[in-house]
Every structure is written in C-alpha cells, then in structure tokens.
C-alpha cells in the first residue's frame, strides 16, 4: 500500500515558478514509477510528467516541456515538479500518481493517487 500527499501549490503570477511535493509512504514506494497530472476545472485528467523507479526515464507532456522538470529523492519517499514560466493555463488540481509499472505512452490507470493541490497562475 503506497499513500501519496501532495504539497507546495499556491498562487503564483505568469512566469513565476513553484515546486510541487509529492511525500509517500511505504517501503515500496522507491520501487514506484510516479507522474504527475492536472485537471483545471472542466477538463479531463491529462498528463504532466512521469520518472521512473530509479530516476533514469522521465517523459513529459508537450505543453510542459522545457518549462517543467520532475524529480525524485528516493531516501526521503518523494517526488517533485519543478514548475518554471508558469503560464495561467497551467492553473489546475495537480495530482501525484504511483504504479509499478512505467505507463508510457502516459495512461491514467496509476495504482495509487494523492488527493491534489491546487495550482493557480494569475496573467
């Protein structure tokens, strides 16, 4: 069982940045591949950003590339989003998800979900 709490949203202004948390617990977690994802208010659930396991894969969504970095400290059960010229479109719910398998191309069906923080860019 991996429970997941995300943290480090907030307000911020367009082309500012924030740092996102995603604390785990369970000694499985570091065996975890973890992504992240966004839901802004009705839209779907899309992809954001995922590492694997041991760091050595990361894939990220076309509109994040570049601007966004994901990282993972498996000593301390947690992965980050480095959130760098943030854009108001970025502003959304983000959720940390883990699943013992890589899931790429990005699918939703992650074993283990957070509850979000919520991330607003104002223009």
């Known amino acids: 069982q991996v429970q997941l709490v995300e943290s480090g949203g907030g307000l911020v202004q367009a082309g500012g940045s924030l740092r996102l948390s995603c604390a785990a617990s369970g000694r499985t977690f570091s065996r975890y591949a973890t992504g992240w994802f966004r839901q802004a208010p009705g839209k779907e659930r899309e992809f954001v950003a995922v590492?694997?396991?041991?760091?050595?894969?990361?894939s990220y969504a076309d509109s994040v590339k570049g601007r966004f970095t994901i990282s993972r400290d498996n000593a301390k059960n947690a992965v980050y989003l480095q959130m760098n010229s943030l854009k108001p479109e970025d502003t959304a719910v983000y959720y940390c998800?883990?699943?013992?398998?890589?899931?790429?191309?990005?699918?939703?069906?992650?074993?283990?979900w957070g509850q979000g923080t919520q991330v607003t860019v104002s223009s």
């Open positions: 590492i694997s396991w041991n760091a050595g894969t990361t």
């Open positions: 998800a883990a699943d013992q398998w890589l899931l790429l191309p990005p699918r939703t069906d992650y074993d283990y």
